[in-house]
């Protein structure tokens, strides 16, 4: 991933914390689209499987894991200094079943 600092961090002092940011920066932001991708591909296979008709119990399994996924990407979110999350909830589209589950534990099967 290519990373260019703003040129207020170049200033000849603090060379070493400069290149410790430079790198913390470029991890947050290269880990933030990891999460991304993660959300894409977990949201898309539970669209698929609601289109194919797919039964209650597939459906919550794939919402469980899309709103864990979803989770994480939030808290990387914040992480990198994003605080309105609304803007990524309609950018990636998702479900309003999938955001009831969002931090909440997976749930427990029937006995």
């Given at each position: 991933?290519?990373?260019?600092?703003?040129?207020?961090?170049?200033?000849?002092?603090?060379?070493?914390?400069?290149?410790?940011?430079?790198?913390?920066?470029?991890?947050?932001?290269?880990?933030?689209?990891?999460?991304?991708?993660?959300?894409?591909?977990?949201?898309a296979a539970l669209a698929k499987a609601k289109a194919e008709g797919a039964?209650?119990?597939?459906?919550?399994?794939?919402?469980?894991?899309?709103?864990?996924?979803?989770?994480?990407?939030?808290?990387?979110?914040?992480?990198?200094?994003?605080?309105?999350?609304?803007?990524?909830?309609?950018?990636?589209?998702?479900?309003?079943?999938?955001?009831?589950?969002?931090?909440?534990?997976?749930?427990?099967?029937?006995?």
């Amino acid at each position: 991933m290519s990373f260019r600092p703003p040129s207020s961090f170049t200033s000849p002092s603090n060379t070493a914390l400069l290149a410790l940011d430079y790198e913390l920066a470029a991890e947050k932001a290269d880990a933030l689209g990891r999460a991304g991708r993660k959300v894409e591909a977990a949201l898309a296979a539970l669209a698929k499987a609601k289109a194919e008709g797919a039964g209650p119990a597939d459906c919550a399994h794939l919402v469980d894991e899309a709103a864990e996924l979803v989770w994480a990407f939030l808290v990387q979110r914040e992480i990198c200094g994003f605080r309105s999350q609304a803007d990524a909830v309609e950018r990636y589209q998702i479900p309003r079943d999938v955001m009831i589950r969002v931090g909440v534990g997976p749930r427990k099967p029937d006995p």
